[in-house]
């Protein structure tokens, strides 16, 4: 058997891909040298958080009329000093703010709940030291291909992905883990494609197929089931807020939240009157009764 870690690559296979590139930036930017800031990693994740409920895009909460979400913003002109001068720590009011002592002074206010440990005050001064740069947000930033760190262990990776991830595991002195057992490899692979465990037919299938793309069958039998788009449209339907009551939506936007529901489907490949009782098997399997439990239509 091949060990397979690219599947979640193959160009079949749209809906991982991205999950799998985010997967990858960091592994990139991990083994290509942790100590280099970068903005979108380890900056905008802290002002988020911590700064942009009073100093981002919603401009009837926003404090001290400063925006922190956008560089002219954290950059501008407060009346002959910025909160964010690029290369100039000393002279950013942001890094005075967030080291005050005094309460009234400090950045995130005391009161608001939030915090900023030692570790990201230094990373916030350090990333104004370097020049402040800004990004873009990282989902409209073209992935590029990254130079392929040469693993000093060659045995174990497959694919160039194999090597990024063989390089930084060497950087910290740790190596792969041994393959597991076909048993828990197709109840893992299982799991993570359709949410449910395999059938005991599956798993007996797989240890009785000997053939050299034995895995990667089990891949392509478990991404055409209608099980991997379920899987899917969990989170997908998630993402658009959608609920089969009005969650927190007034009503007039059922419509809309309607239209998003059955385009999901169509992208996933669902028939939408077999995702009318969704989960079928999952009741079943997992209850063990024999007929699922009637869920109402959720397409009208
Ligand atoms: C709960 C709301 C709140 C949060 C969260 C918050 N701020 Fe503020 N911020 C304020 C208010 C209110 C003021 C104006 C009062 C003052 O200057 O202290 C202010 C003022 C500032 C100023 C001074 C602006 C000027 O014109 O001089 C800076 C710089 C600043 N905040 C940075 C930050 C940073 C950086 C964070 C996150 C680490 C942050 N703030 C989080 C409420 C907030």
Known sequence: MKRMSLHILNPRNRLLTSAAAVTLLAAVQAASGAATIDFNRDIRPLLSDNC??????????????????????????????????????????????????????????????????????????AWIQSGAPWAQHWAYVPPTRHPVPAARDASWPLSWVDDFIMARLEAEGLSPAPEADRVTLIRRLTFDLTGLPPTPAEVKDFLE?????????????????????????????????????????????????????????????????????????????????EEAPVVHEVLG
Not at 55 to 72: I, T
Not at 101 to 115: C, I, N, R, V
Not at 246 to 254: F, T
Request: net charge negative; aromatic share 6%; charged share 30%.
């Open 209 to 289: 197929d000997r053939s050299e793309d034995d895995y990667e069958r089990v891949v392509d039998r478990l991404l055409r089931s209608p099980g991997f788009g379920e899987r899917m449209a969990t989170y997908w339907l998630d993402l658009v807020r959608y609920a089969d009551t009005v969650g927190y939506h007034a009503v007039e936007n059922i419509v809309h939240v309607r239209d998003l529901h059955a385009t999901m489907l169509h992208m996933l490949g669902i028939d939408p009157q077999r995702f009318s009782v969704p989960f079928q098997g999952l009741d079943m399997r997992l209850t063990g009764v």
């Open 52 to 125: 942009f409920s009073c100093h981002g895009p919603d401009a009837s909460h926003r404090k001290a009329k400063l925006r922190l979400d956008v560089e002219e913003g954290a950059t501008s002109d407060l009346g002959g000093y910025q909160a964010v001068a690029p290369g100039q720590p000393e002279a950013s009011e942001l890094i005075a703010r967030i080291n005050a002592s005094d309460p009234d002074d400090l950045m995130p206010p005391p009161d608001s709940g939030k915090s900023l440990a030692d570790e990201e005050k230094r990373l916030l001064r």
